[in-house]
Structure formats: structure tokens, C-alpha cells
């Protein structure tokens, strides 16, 4: 098959939200509870994870776990299962159990936390868009920049050579599958691309319903 884009998620904005893990299973039980706000980050800002508590409500041991249950629950995803990322996590409350709380159970709580705050922020599928540069001979420019319009691409500047037009563009990785092959055909192949990795950016709404809907198997019908 097609190889596949590594898209990623993000939040839409701040939200808040708790989780509570308690099982009891005879004898020792198991009781972690938390409280979490989540807020995006700009581009490039990765993870943070800020520990707010004051006061004792969560002993210290068990703020690593609560880091690492959110961090897990973020590189599983909320949206599609991609990872997220450019996300800040503040723990700011919650409570234990002087016999139950353990590592786990708070690391289960903050995972559950964590997905709650992010359903409630929303969340944002994010694309990888490359940074493209097409010399062409100047009697296929027209069609060259017709074809990156059609894939969503966007035109940053042109730059005459003798003879040719260097097409500089950004155009979203999931559209550019096979563009060699298009290229040489569009231009009786005379035409080459250099293409690297520019940065990632939101989907148009309806091409992220349809990967959504592709990655979790809720196409419409």
C-alpha cells in the first residue's frame, strides 16, 4: 500500500479535568486521584509538564508516576491515536490514600485525566507539509503550478533561470505520493524536485474527519 503520513495531535486550547482510579480487589486496594489542566503550546513546543501542588495533597513520590501516565497517555493520542505534542500539563490538586496509593494507580489517574482535559480542550489532527522546489522549463509552468494547487499546495515564490522557473511551495507530505511519476509526465521529463520537511500544520477540517474516520473505522456509510 501507500506509505503512511505521520500525522500528529494537538490541543485546540486550555481545559481542565480529574481522574480517579480506585479498585479494590480484596486486601490492598489501589486509589490514585488527580487534577489536571492542559493548555497548547506554539509550534515546536513539544511537552511540559508542571508540578503545582502545595500543601502535601499528593505525596512527592508519586509526582513522576503522574508525569509519566500523562506523557503516555499523549503519545497514544485522543483524536485518532496519533501522538500529541506542543502540549503543557500542570498538576494543580488531588488526594491519597495512606494504604492504597501507589505508583500505578496515579499513573492510571493521570492517563484518565489527561484524556478527559484533552477531549474537553479538543483536539487538532496536525500533517507534515513539505517545503518543494520545481525546476521546470518555462513552457510547463502553468500546468506545474496548476497541479500544485490541486494538492493543496501553496505557492511561495517564483525565480527565473535561464530558460526555466524554480517553483518554490509548501504542500502537505499526503499529497505528494508519486509526484515523480506526475512530474515527468507533466513535463516530458524535464522536470526535477528537491523536497524536505518544512513543519506540521492543522488539516482542513474535512480532510480530518476522513483520516479520523479512516484510522478508527467510522466512515459513514
Keep these: 500500500g501507500l506509505p503512511q503520513v505521520a500525522y500528529r495531535e494537538t490541543l485546540r486550547g ?18 490514585g486521584h488527580v487534577k489536571i489542566r492542559v493548555e497548547p503550546l506554539g509550534r515546536d513546543g513539544g511537552f511540559v509538564f508542571l508540578n503545582s501542588i502545595v500543601g502535601g495533597s499528593i505525596p512527592r513520590e508519586f509526582i513522576p508516576s503522574i508525569e509519566a ?27 491519597f490514600h495512606e494504604v492504597d496509593s501507589s505508583e500505578m494507580a496515579f499513573k492510571i489517574a493521570a492517563s484518565m485525566a489527561f ?41 511561495q515564490s517564483l525565480e527565473s533561470r535561464p530558460g526555466l522557473q524554480a517553483i518554490q511551495a509548501v ?19 524535464r522536470g526535477n524536485y528537491t523536497m524536505h520537511f518544512s513543519h506540521y500544520e492543522e488539516v482542513p477540517k474535512t480532510i480530518s474527519e476522513e483520516v479520523v474516520a479512516r484510522v478508527t473505522g467510522t466512515a459513514r456509510r
Design 69 to 95: 501516565g500523562a506523557r503516555e497517555a499523549m503519545e497514544g493520542g485522543v483524536l485518532a491515536g496519533y501522538s500529541m505534542t506542543d502540549v503543557k500539563v500542570e498538576l494543580y490538586d488531588g488526594s
Design 115 to 155: 484524556k478527559e482535559a484533552s477531549r474537553r480542550a479538543g483536539v487538532a489532527l496536525l500533517e507534515p507539509v513539505m517545503r518543494l522546489e520545481v525546476v521546470v522549463p518555462d513552457a510547463y509552468m502553468g500546468e506545474v503550478i496548476g497541479d500544485l494547487n490541486a494538492r493543496r499546495g501553496r505557492i
Design 171 to 189: 504542500v502537505p507530505l499526503e499529497r505528494m505520493f508519486g509526484y515523480a511519476t506526475d512530474l515527468r509526465s507533466m513535463t516530458q521529463g
Design 14 to 31: 486550555p481545559a481542565a479535568a480529574e481522574g480517579r482510579y480506585i479498585k479494590q480487589t480484596g486486601g490492598r486496594g489501589q486509589y
